[in-house]
């Protein structure tokens, strides 16, 4: 079913038709080219070949067809890109039987958790939640463009209305708006009772739970979350993400802060790359999420103990995702609401000055404490991991020296006392694993890459006869590989080749690859010399030394 509502989409939509209403394309030889609309950028480095139905950037790396487009840019999935590219290019997608049912109930709990947000926005007008939302400094237009709503303070109100409109308890209980009463079977009520309603929207702006502030000073749960349903997975979900991001493309990182309430007044103060957590600590799948639109992270969370402790473990987690991590210092008491309510340049001060982590918890213990003996002990406690957990060598590096200079120790005191950190860490209930850096590729394979991306471009050119007859002398192979070669290469090609390329333009190319396959057998017969040398044949090490030699004098004759 899918694989034919793929190709019935590609045949109706062409890759340029998916990606023209986000980027403005112009013709750029064989390809078409555009400012990458998942980095920010000035010179246009982001391509699309319409032949081939791709996309790539060379500004960022990333690339793919209409339907990696549509996920990185909408921050769905598969089947989501599917679901929006079928309506654009008007094909019905049809459920397997034995999922229809299953497919019918959650259209219908989206539609409900739909109905429920304008519900609840109907009843703000004049209620104890409108002026609450205005006492924390929210504007009528951050409310309205939120859809903030009012639970009344009553028992079946919500219930009611939604069944008068023909949704049954079943339903509604499986949306999270209903629950039944303990010890009373067949008596139901609604879940959100005299709360302010902040609705909760999946990446794609579908909204699919609740978070309810209460307005009551003798409730206990300041702030009540819709129960895990099939629609609403914590770990999945990060409040405001449909807002923001795009504004996280264009500032070029997502800003974490506590709660719904934070985001509000940050995107209000104009930092529209603002998300939160909806009542869970974070998650790999969050920093998946983050990671389409950013490899960059700034945590602005409380100033208190446990505000600490979830930048200590967020920060941990993220390093160890391969994320880079800043964090910005706020006043004591304060959180994001509070001091942009207070003092909105303050804040964008402090976002400004934000630091990497490493650097921030160093400042944040030396200010908490002032026996040398205790700061070292915590430095070695929170801020080693941290810097453990840094996939780059040459970051871990920097920041060893950094925590070095701010704990008036020797590097070579921190490194050594960063080799009894494991490389599987466990702190504050957060576990993660150090991320491997990825091997070097051989430049022999790279150059063959773009060997086989110039014969793939041009198949039917003198440029591509010249490659292969050349190709084949060097590695006295019969032809170059069948294989295509990635998508960046075949860009890349065309880039430099352009649309009409001579049989002189592979000069430079071939003496590249010429260059790299020489290097490498020079490479292994120095290793084979060495061997020689270590068993002591002698008519091995002459063999393997006239070997050397010989590719020697080839690598200075092309070197000339």
């Known amino acids: 079913m899918a694989k034919d509502t793929v190709a019935e989409i590609k045949e109706r939509l062409s890759v340029q038709d998916i990606i023209a209403p986000y980027v403005k394309l112009s013709r750029a030889g064989r390809s078409l080219r555009g400012l990458c609309p998942f980095h920010k950028e000035k010179t246009p480095s982001f391509h699309v070949s319409p032949e081939r139905g791709s996309w790539h950037c060379f500004g960022c790396g990333e690339g793919g067809d209409g339907f990696s487009f549509i996920e990185k840019i909408e921050g769905v999935d598969f089947r989501g890109a599917l679901k929006i590219l079928a309506e654009r290019a008007g094909v019905q997608i049809e459920e397997y039987h034995g999922n229809r049912e299953v497919s019918e109930a959650r259209d219908r709990s989206r539609a409900l958790l739909a109905r429920a947000s304008q519900w609840y926005a109907a009843q703000l007008p004049g209620s104890p939640a409108e002026a609450y939302a205005k006492q924390r400094g929210l504007s009528q237009k951050t409310i309205q463009e939120w859809e903030l709503g009012f639970a009344p303070d009553a028992w079946r109100t919500l219930l009611e209305a939604m069944g008068a409109e023909g949704y049954s308890v079943p339903e509604l209980i499986a949306a999270g708006l209903v629950k039944e009463a303990d010890g009373k079977p067949g008596t139901y009520y609604d879940r959100f009772r005299n709360r302010l309603m902040f609705p909760i929207r999946d990446a794609a702006g579908r909204v699919v739970a609740f978070t309810g502030r209460t307005l009551s000073a003798d409730e206990q749960a300041k702030y009540l979350n819709s129960p895990e349903t099939d629609l609403y997975h914590k770990s999945d979900i990060l409040f405001g993400m449909d807002r923001a991001k795009d504004a996280i493309?264009?500032?070029?990182?997502?800003?974490?802060?506590?709660?719904?309430?934070?985001?509000?007044?940050?995107?209000?103060?104009?930092?529209?790359?603002?998300?939160?957590?909806?009542?869970?600590?974070?998650?790999?799948?969050?920093?998946?999420?983050?990671?389409?639109?950013?490899?960059?992270?700034?945590?602005?969370?409380?100033?208190?103990?446990?505000?600490?402790?979830?930048?200590?473990?967020?920060?941990?987690?993220?390093?160890?995702?391969?994320?880079?991590?800043?964090?910005?210092?706020?006043?004591?008491?304060?959180?994001?609401?509070?001091?942009?309510?207070?003092?909105?340049?303050?804040?964008?001060?402090?976002?400004?000055?934000?630091?990497?982590?490493?650097?921030?918890?160093?400042?944040?213990?030396?200010?908490?404490?002032?026996?040398?003996?205790?700061?070292?002990?915590?430095?070695?406690?929170?801020?080693?991991?941290?810097?453990?957990?840094?996939?780059?060598?040459?970051?871990?590096?920097?920041?060893?020296?950094?925590?070095?200079?701010?704990?008036?120790?020797?590097?070579?005191?921190?490194?050594?006392?960063?080799?009894?950190?494991?490389?599987?860490?466990?702190?504050?209930?957060?576990?993660?694993?150090?991320?491997?850096?990825?091997?070097?590729?051989?430049?022999?394979?790279?150059?063959?890459?773009?060997?086989?991306?110039?014969?793939?471009?041009?198949?039917?050119?003198?440029?591509?006869?010249?490659?292969?007859?050349?190709?084949?002398?060097?590695?006295?192979?019969?032809?170059?590989?069948?294989?295509?070669?990635?998508?960046?290469?075949?860009?890349?090609?065309?880039?430099?080749?352009?649309?009409?390329?001579?049989?002189?333009?592979?000069?430079?190319?071939?003496?590249?690859?010429?260059?790299?396959?020489?290097?490498?057998a020079y490479q292994e017969a120095v290793m084979n010399l060495r061997r020689a040398e270590s068993a002591g044949v002698e008519s091995e090490i002459n063999d393997a030394q006239a070997v050397c030699a010989q590719l020697s004098l080839r690598l200075a004759a092309l070197g000339r």
């Not at 930048?311 to 995702?321: F, I, P």
């Not at 509070?338 to 630091?355: Q, T, Y």
């Not at 453990?388 to 871990?396: F, G, L, V």
């Not at 592979?506 to 010429?514: K, N, P, S, T, V």
């Open 249 to 520: 493309r264009t500032r070029g990182f997502t800003m974490l802060v506590e709660g719904q309430m934070d985001v509000l007044h940050c995107h209000q103060a104009g930092f529209g790359n603002a998300v939160a957590l909806s009542g869970t600590a974070l998650t790999e799948r969050h920093l998946s999420l983050m990671k389409r639109f950013s490899e960059n992270l700034m945590l602005v969370l409380d100033a208190d103990p446990a505000g600490l402790k979830a930048t200590a473990r967020a920060a941990a987690l993220a390093l160890g995702a391969g994320l880079r991590v800043k964090a910005a210092r706020l006043p004591k008491g304060k959180d994001p609401a509070d001091l942009m309510s207070e003092d909105a340049p303050d804040f964008g001060k402090r976002v400004a000055a934000a630091k990497p982590i490493v650097e921030f918890f160093l400042a944040e213990l030396a200010d908490a404490e002032r026996d040398p003996h205790r700061l070292l002990r915590l430095a070695e406690s929170i801020v080693l991991p941290l810097i453990k957990a840094i996939p780059s060598p040459m970051e871990r590096e920097h920041f060893v020296q950094v925590a070095a200079r701010a704990l008036g120790l020797s590097s070579e005191a921190v490194r050594e006392s960063l080799k009894r950190v494991p490389t599987l860490l466990e702190t504050a209930g957060a576990v993660w694993v150090v991320a491997a850096a990825p091997a070097a590729r051989p430049l022999r394979a790279t150059r063959a890459e773009q060997l086989l991306a110039v014969v793939h471009a041009y198949p039917d050119t003198p440029l591509a006869s010249r490659v292969k007859s050349e190709y084949c002398r060097i590695t006295e192979a019969e032809q170059l590989s069948n294989d295509v070669p990635p998508e960046a290469v075949l860009f890349q090609a065309e880039q430099t080749f352009g649309e009409d390329p001579t049989e002189g333009a592979a000069d430079e190319l071939i003496r590249a690859f010429e260059e790299a396959v020489i290097r490498e």
